[in-house]
């Protein structure tokens, strides 16, 4: 009887082995097929961007996104994924990490075994990429609102600022076991503000100091519209963002295939696919109701809309219900162009596509709301109940290290004179200008238009020339037709 009680005993610890193998490569593919579709947001905002910019600045805009992947991923490999694992407790904790989180952060040092492709582990590899592609997203975020000025450069520093260090912060501190967490209660389960919220603020630090596009505003301060080259592009764009929102939330859940209900949040919570599907679904339609209405028919705040919905209502992504969502999505989208709106012709700033109200104020709105909403709800390991105090602690967190991190990099290139091209160059365009093409060999330039705010649209050359002028003494500015 005791040979075969260790024989049932043996195979009982051999099946359960086993059980827990599929479950972490059920895990690991989860995450690997994430990423190809996290991919579509990084292309939505390439297309975004570049159909946003004028003719002159079309490859300009869509290199710095390439640019984007190709120095934050290394950056983030060997500092950024670190800085998430050693700084949970708010300073750094040692290669043992956080007492919640045991070995964590000795395993996210560039050299560690679990930073690489490792028979051993097959989490930590697939994990890293997933916020590697995270970190591209922040990045493309803050080049959206600084295109057709900014030089490629300093925009390189500052995206490797935001995407390897600024947003790594905040994900540290806010997600999993960090300490806004574990002391109050945070929770931002999709990344309202811990992604959306800090890039947005960090751009705004960095517009504000980059100034706006010659000929924005006129002498009485007032806003005019540049066209983009193409408003289709800048649409289709919006869509494979939201296409790749999907990828987005799906790497911010972790399958437990051996436990009910089957997954977790960021927080070590029960929760499922359905539950995320649902809030995004949602909140992509209410926002592009509120943005309809908010904006009277304008077609790129109504497509926006839609994004600032889903950012509205992303931390809540485990716990609200569908109507909720509707309701939430609806007046987070309509407030954010109202915002928008607010930035460009009341503040005077030149946030090209709106950039801090539909990341950065969508984002804060929602983990406020989150607080009134769905106090009590406990978060995290510890269990510790949500409330409108501890996501006013986030959010007083990640503004001053988003727009704090982003103004103060930017006031050193701008005084530094590296932070904007030249103003003929800007005129010029940056393309003719850089690359000696302006890409579109098929056709001639049209002349570029301008809205003025009376709503008229006139040919942009004599007024651009008229602003240098002014600028430069009556000097004559290199404006082409």
């Given at each position: 009887m005791d040979v075969l009680a260790t024989v049932f005993a043996q195979s009982a610890e051999e099946v359960a082995g086993q059980l827990g193998l599929d479950s972490l490569i059920l895990t690991e593919f989860y995450?690997?097929?994430?990423i190809p579709l996290m991919w579509l947001i990084h292309a939505g905002f390439l297309m975004y961007e570049g159909g946003a910019s004028r003719r002159k600045n079309v490859m300009a805009t869509v290199l710095?996104?390439?640019?984007?992947?190709?120095?934050?991923?290394?950056?983030?490999?060997?500092?950024?994924w670190w800085i998430y694992g050693c700084f949970q407790n708010g300073g750094y904790s040692g290669a043992s990490g956080p007492d919640n989180f045991p070995d964590f952060c000795g395993a996210t040092y560039p050299w560690s075994p679990g930073s690489g492709g490792n028979l051993g582990d097959h989490l930590l590899g697939v994990f890293l990429v997933a916020f590697i592609v995270f970190s591209w997203v922040t990045g493309s975020i803050m080049s959206g609102a600084v295109i057709e000025r900014i030089r490629l450069s300093s925009y390189l520093v500052l995206t490797v600022c935001l995407g390897s260090i600024a947003w790594v912060f905040a994900a540290s501190w806010g997600w999993s076991v960090g300490w806004l967490t574990e002391n109050y209660g945070y929770h931002d389960a999709a990344a309202s503000m811990v992604v959306h919220g800090v890039a947005g603020f960090f751009a705004l630090g960095v517009v504000m100091n980059l100034g706006p596009r010659i000929g924005k505003y006129d002498s009485e301060g007032r806003a005019r519209e540049f066209r983009g080259h193409n408003i289709h592009l800048t649409l289709i764009g919006l869509m494979l963002i939201y296409a790749g929102f999907y990828g987005f939330y799906m790497a911010c859940i972790t399958p437990l295939s051996t436990t009910f209900p089957g997954y977790v949040t960021i927080y070590f919570t029960p929760v499922t696919l359905s539950a995320f599907c649902?809030?995004?679904?949602?909140?992509?339609?209410?926002?592009?109701?509120?943005?309809?209405?908010a904006s009277k028919a304008d077609p790129y705040w109504t497509m926006a809309g839609a994004l600032a919905g889903a950012v509205t209502v992303s931390c809540g992504a485990d716990i609200y219900h569908p109507s909720f969502t509707w309701l939430l999505a609806l007046t987070?989208?309509?407030v954010t162009v109202w915002v928008g709106n607010w930035i460009e012709k009341k503040m005077r700033v030149d946030d090209a596509v709106g950039a801090f109200a539909v990341h950065g104020f969508a984002g804060l709105f929602g983990i406020l709301m989150l607080g009134v909403f769905a106090g009590g709800y406990p978060t995290g390991v510890a269990n510790v109940p949500?409330?409108?105090?501890?996501?006013?602690?986030?959010?007083m967190t990640m503004i001053p290290l988003g727009f704090g991190l982003g103004y103060g990099v930017s006031w050193v290139l701008k005084k530094l004179n590296l932070l904007r091209v030249s103003p003929e160059v800007e005129l010029e365009g940056i393309d003719v200008a850089e690359y000696g093409s302006d890409f579109f060999p098929e056709s001639a330039?049209?002349?570029?238009?301008?809205v003025l705010p009376t709503g008229e649209q006139v040919p942009s050359e004599?007024?651009?020339?008229?602003?240098?002028?002014?600028?430069?003494?009556?000097?004559?500015?290199p404006v082409r037709a």
């Open positions: 995450f690997y097929v994430s710095k996104n390439f640019l984007t992947i190709a120095v934050v991923t290394p950056t983030f490999y060997y500092f950024g649902l809030t995004l679904t949602f909140g992509f339609a209410a926002g592009f109701v509120g943005g309809y209405f987070g989208s309509m949500t409330s409108f105090g501890g996501q006013l602690m986030g959010a330039p049209s002349p570029e238009p301008i004599a007024l651009l020339r008229e602003e240098y002028a002014k600028m430069n003494g009556g000097g004559r500015a």
